[in-house]
């Protein structure tokens, strides 16, 4: 989608989804110790700004104004900086390198999804991990909700692929399907975690 129908998505209701953050982030990042990150394809900021209030460094990037707006928003409620970049997720650079990126439901083509998992690994510094949770591939004909074509879904094989092919070596520490509780129903997520490092 365009980011002028993600704005207008966006526009229609106070939170698309929720203004809580993501039940994967919270599991599996709780106990890092706070550093730099990248909330890659931000939205609405419920991961950023949670990642803020634990005492991270964040900056938020999303091409939809409307959505980065209601994030500063939620930063203030909840007394939190973040800084807000209205960009390209398949473009914007990170200036620097950092400890961690989040990519969280970016729904993208799969040249366009493959470059921004490339890029977001390649800024990771030493010790640093990428977090990728999307709706998998297998969802559409087996889980809830999530978009109706597989095309801008995501497959654990294929992610892992992306990572191991950088000239920068990273280990796959978690790789599946997740299932994720909806109501009475479940949605199936790729899952897939990889760190640099140290050495």
Known sequence: MSDATWDERYSKSEYVWTDTVNQFVQQYLSDLPPGSAVDLGAGEGRNAVWLARRGWSVTA??????GLDKGRRLAADHEVDVEWVVADATTWQSPRPVDLVVLSYLQLEVDDRRT???????????GGRVFVIAHDQSNVEHGVGGPPSTAVCYDVAETVSWVDGLSIPLVVDVAEVAQRRVGDEVALDTLVIAVRPRD
């Open 61 to 66: 990037v999303d091409f939809s104004a409307v």
């Open 116 to 126: 921004a998992v490339e890029h977001a690994a390649s800024w990771l510094a030493p």
